[in-house]
C-alpha cells in the first residue's frame, strides 16, 4: 500500500488513539513518533502492533505521529487501520 | 424463554471508552451505533473500530447490535458488507418505512451472509419505526420475516418528521407506540421503547418506564449508563409479584391435575390469562416452572 497523502484518525480523548500519517518526499522505511501516556510500560507493545499493521497493509515508507492516551489493542488496530485507508485513498462509505 | 431485553444501551460507535467497557454497564442489550451518533466524516472509523471491537471485546453475555446505516445512504451497504462477518446478535434497521425496506435489508444480509457461510437465521433483524409513513405500515411490516425479533419506536426523528414538539408526557408520539406495540405482541416479537433523553431527571425516567411496561413494551433504550438500573427496576417483578405469581402457578398446577380450568386464590378468581401473566413473571424472575 502506497501513502499519497496526508491523513489522520482517532481522537485525544482517554482510551483513544490519535494518529497521523503521511509520506513527505524522500522519507524511506518507517519512522515512527510515539507519544503515550503509558509509554514507559507498554511503548514496545504499541509499536509492535503498529508494525504489524503496517506489515498486514504491506507499507514500506511512511511518517507516523502517534498520541497515544491508553489504548487498547483492538483501538490501536482500528486507528491504524482507518488512517492507512484514508492516507491511501481507499477508504470506504464515508464522507471523509 | 428469549433473551431478556428490558434496557439496550446506546453505545456511540465512534467512542473506544464507552465500546470497550460496554459489557461492563450491566445493560441486557448493547447497541454499538454507526448511524447518528457518528459524524458523516468518521463513519469508515466508527465501523472498523466497531469491527475490531466485535472481534476482541467481551460483552460478559449481554446481547449485542449493531445499528447500521440506511442503505439509502452511501454508508448502509460499507456496514453490512463489514459487520455481517461478525455475527453480531443483531441488525438494527434505522427509518424502516414500508415492507419494501426490509425486504431489501434481508435480500442483502442474505448475499453477504452466503458469501460468508453464514446461516440466515443466524443474526436477527430489529428495526426503528421513526416515520409517520413506516407508523401507518408498521403492521404489514413486522410479519414480514421470521427474523424481525425487535421493533423500536425512534422518538426523536417521529417528532421531527411530524413536525411537532418533544415533551416528557410523550402525548405526540402515544398512537404510535401504541401501533407498535400491538404490531410487536401480535408477533410474538419485542417492543423497545424510546430513549429518555433528560439524563438527570430520575424519577421522570421512572414515570416514563413504568407507562411504556404498562403499554406493553418489553424493554426501553437508554442513552446513559446511570440509567441502567431505573429501568430494571421498573421490569423487574417486585418480591410481592414473585409471591403472588408463585402462589398462583403452583395451585394451577394441583387444579389442572383435577381437570378443573377456573380457580380462586386469596379470594380472586384465576383463568388462563392469569395463569399466562403469572408464569411471564416466574420466568423474569428466572425461576424453573418445572420446579414448582
Known amino acids: 500500500m502506497k501513502i499519497i497523502k496526508k491523513a489522520q484518525a482517532g481522537s485525544f ?42 506489515d498486514k497493509f504491506e507499507v514500506a515508507d511512511i511518517h507516523l505521529v502517534i498520541h497515544d492516551k491508553g489504548a487498547l489493542t483492538p483501538v490501536i488496530k482500528a486507528r491504524m487501520e482507518t488512517v492507512l485507508l484514508r492516507a491511501s485513498n481507499n477508504q470506504k462509505g464515508t464522507m471523509y | 424463554m428469549r ?26 442489550s448493547l447497541l454499538l451505533d454507526l448511524e447518528d451518533s457518528v459524524a458523516l466524516e468518521q463513519k469508515d472509523s466508527a465501523r472498523i473500530l466497531v469491527k475490531n471491537v466485535l472481534k476482541n471485546i467481551n460483552f460478559y453475555g449481554a446481547e449485542v447490535c449493531v445499528r447500521i446505516n440506511h442503505l439509502d445512504t452511501p454508508f448502509g451497504m460499507e456496514d453490512l458488507k463489514e459487520i455481517i462477518p461478525l455475527k453480531p446478535d443483531a441488525i438494527r434497521y434505522p427509518k424502516t418505512e414500508t415492507i ?16 460468508h457461510n453464514i446461516s440466515h437465521d443466524e443474526i436477527k433483524i430489529h428495526i426503528m419505526i421513526e416515520t409517520a ?16 425479533d425487535a421493533i423500536t419506536i425512534g422518538g426523536q426523528d417521529l417528532t421531527a418528521d411530524m413536525n411537532i414538539k418533544s415533551t416528557k408526557d410523550g402525548s405526540g408520539i402515544d398512537l404510535a407506540r401504541k401501533m407498535i406495540v400491538m404490531a410487536a405482541k401480535a408477533n410474538k416479537i419485542d417492543a423497545i421503547d424510546t430513549v429518555f433523553v ?20 418489553t424493554g426501553k433504550a437508554v442513552i446513559n449508563p446511570r440509567q441502567i438500573d431505573i429501568v430494571h427496576e421498573v421490569y423487574t417483578p417486585t418480591e410481592q409479584e414473585i409471591r403472588k405469581a408463585y402462589k398462583i402457578y403452583k395451585e394451577f398446577k ?21 395463569v399466562a401473566r403469572a408464569k411471564y413473571t416466574l420466568q423474569l424472575a428466572h425461576i424453573n416452572l418445572q420446579e414448582i
Open chain 2, 133 to 148: 409513513l413506516g407508523v401507518q405500515n408498521v403492521f404489514e411490516i413486522a410479519k414480514l420475516c421470521h427474523r424481525l
Open chain 2, 100 to 115: 419494501d425496506d426490509l425486504k431489501r435489508l434481508v435480500t442483502v444480509m442474505e448475499e453477504i451472509e452466503d458469501q
Open chain 2, 198 to 217: 433528560d439524563i438527570d431527571d430520575e424519577e421522570g425516567l421512572r414515570r416514563e418506564t413504568e407507562k411504556s411496561k404498562n403499554l406493553g413494551f
Open chain 1, 13 to 54: 480523548e482517554s482510551s483513544d488513539i490519535l494518529i497521523l500519517a503521511e509520506n513527505p518526499e524522500g522519507v524511506k522505511g518507517r519512522v515512527i513518533q510515539l507519544n503515550s501516556i503509558v509509554e514507559k510500560q507498554y511503548g514496545n507493545m504499541i509499536l509492535k502492533i503498529v508494525n504489524n499493521v503496517l
Open chain 2, 254 to 274: 394441583i387444579k389442572k391435575k383435577e381437570g378443573i380450568g377456573v380457580f380462586a386464590v386469596d379470594g380472586k378468581m384465576v383463568d388462563a390469562p392469569v
Open chain 2, 3 to 28: 433473551q431478556k431485553r428490558r434496557t439496550m444501551l446506546y453505545i456511540p460507535g465512534n467512542n473506544p471508552a464507552m465500546l470497550i467497557h460496554g459489557g461492563t454497564y450491566g445493560a441486557d
